[in-house]
């Protein structure tokens, strides 16, 4: 069976954006492989974050993973930093990676922005512990929205580098798994930036935490043009925040936008609007309330996240073992 690995950041303010690309994919890939689903603890410190918050937010993914239809008993849930391999792993990976491929990470240069001499070491190697992620488990296959593309085309690299550089074959290049109607989707506010857990208005995204009323009011005030939808998917060019709010409805609904434009062509932002705030509601509304319950017992998901490390640990330990031995490190 081939083996499938993932993972969110918890840094907060987990939305739709995360859900629709990412989450909810992961839940049907259970079925057809073995699943490795992590919460990044390390690469959220790559940015400053607040101990108990991490703490928090780390049960948080796991609760959101829970929640949303992870089986915490096909699947693997755990945190990064207590699988001692994805550090280990990582560092080997930067002595692999190159400068020049760093550099050129859209990810970095949106993060550090204009003060880059003061951004973190641990952020410029991010894309690097990312591969050791996937690759200290081999996995071959990773769920992802389309913002991810460019660091797993990296893993790849970094894969093929070490492979030619010690003449084996010890890492497969990863494909990326990227599907649905949602793989980006845009902030409420402005149809150019995806929507993030970091942008400064908590109106650009809906979360997980949201109530009827609060996802209600955000759609409500979403921005749109003043036109009325179109009948085919192809008058939704030049029209990102009409095109995102479709793609939307189109996920949760899970129908293709071509379908949602078949019922709501020629409809106004105000018939429009009300429809997919009843439909979120629906769809997603139960899974933040599971949520919810599920972050009001830590210990429950504390013991889920340490019997993940455990499982996570022995696939990576044969993986770490093979890998020292490629490079030369002496096992006394
Ligand atoms: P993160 O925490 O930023 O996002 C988690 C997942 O959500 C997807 N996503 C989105 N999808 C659609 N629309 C959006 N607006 C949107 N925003 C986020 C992301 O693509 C991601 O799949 N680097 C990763 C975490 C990571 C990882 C890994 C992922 C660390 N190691 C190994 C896969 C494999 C990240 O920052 O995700």
């Not at 945190?79 to 001692?84: D, F």
């Not at 970091?198 to 650009?204: G, K, Q, V």
């Not at 709501?264 to 409809?267: K, L, T």
């Given at each position: 069976m081939s083996r499938i690995f993932s993972g969110v950041q918890?840094?907060?303010?987990?939305h739709l954006g995360n859900y629709l690309g990412a989450i909810r994919n992961f839940v049907g890939l259970q079925d057809d492989y073995e699943c490795i689903y992590c919460a990044v603890d390390m690469h959220a410190i790559t940015v400053w974050q607040d101990p108990a918050d991490l703490r928090s937010n780390t049960r948080e993914v796991a609760a959101a993973y829970l929640a949303a239809g992870v089986d915490s008993k096909r699947s693997i849930i755990f945190?990064?930093?207590?699988?001692?391999a994805h550090a280990e792993l990582a560092w080997i990976f930067n002595c692999v990676a190159r400068l020049g491929w760093l550099n050129r990470m859209t990810q970095f240069k949106e993060k550090a922005g204009k003060n880059r001499e003061n951004a973190s070491l641990g952020l410029y190697a991010y894309p690097s512990l990312m591969a050791a992620d996937i690759l200290a488990?081999?996995?071959?296959h990773v769920p992802v929205g389309e913002d991810q593309k460019q660091h797993l085309e990296l893993t790849r690299d970094i894969a093929q580098k070490f492979n030619n550089d010690y003449e084996t074959e010890t890492f497969p290049l990863v494909e990326p798994l990227i599907f649905g109607e949602a793989t980006r989707v845009m902030s409420l506010r402005d149809g150019s930036k995806k929507m993030s857990k970091?942008?400064?208005?908590?109106?650009?995204r809906i979360t997980f935490t949201d109530d009827r009323d609060s996802i209600a009011k955000k759609l409500r005030k979403a921005r749109t043009d003043a036109d009325p939808l179109p009948?085919?998917?192809?008058?939704?060019?030049?029209?990102p925040e009409a095109a995102n709010l479709v793609g939307i409805y189109a996920a949760l609904a899970d129908l293709n936008k071509q379908a949602v434009l078949d019922e709501?062509?020629?409809?106004a932002f105000s018939t429009f609007k009300p429809a997919l705030t009843d439909l979120a509601v629906e769809k997603f509304g139960p899974i933040g309330e599971e949520m919810k319950r599920l972050m009001a017992d830590p210990a429950h998901v504390d013991a889920i996240l340490k019997e993940g490390a455990e499982r996570a640990a022995a696939l990576a330990a044969p993986v770490m073992a093979e890998v020292k031995e490629v490079v030369g490190f002496i096992r006394p």
């Open positions: 918890p840094t907060g303010n987990l945190a990064q930093s207590t699988v001692a488990y081999k996995a071959t970091s942008d400064p208005s908590d109106y650009s009948e085919k998917e192809e008058g939704l060019e030049g029209r709501f062509a020629g409809a």
